[in-house]
């Protein structure tokens, strides 16, 4: 990242130091020593930290508040995924007919997804478990009982689902 006065400068943006303006090409197209001449520094950038998790870097918010938070949008996400097939039921319960099975079936799966999802929510120990739990990698590699990495015979790490990952929500018939 580039400062100029403890101000950050992007790339293809003007800006104006000591009264001069400076085009958005500027810094692309200045070498090293104009830069320099300036004032212009070059520092590390800022390390991230997902917002959802963490005040800040190292900083991780209230796990029970999370896990608070986290659960009752599992409600609010299955609410959503039924929401669509209401009318089915109340179509059904007005005219005296079924709700189709699949549908029956998938209503079903969205209840028992919503609460496996909440039981994994409650499980967790760690913010890092937490985030992992909805934001982890699909696939990771699979360890052996000292916790070492297993590979193949090619030297290729041996990759399985992750087992960490939130129980999926089913797909509408």
Known sequence: MLKLDNKPLSYDRAFTHDGIQYPANWLRLSS???????????VADEPSYDQRF???VGNPKDLDQLKTNWSNQQNNTAGTLLH?????VVKAK????????AWKTYRAA??????ARQ???????TVEALKELFFGAAEVQQTDSDGKGVVDSDDKPVMIANPNLATAWPTSP
């Open 54 to 56: 963490y005040w800040g």
């Open 119 to 125: 039981t994994e929510i409650a499980a967790v120990t």
């Open 32 to 42: 090293l020593e104009e830069r320099n001449a300036l004032g212009i520094t070059e």
């Open 94 to 101: 007005e005219t005296g007919t079924n709700i189709p099975t």
């Open 84 to 88: 669509d097939s209401d009318w089915r």
């Open 110 to 115: 969205v209840r028992t997804a919503c609460n």
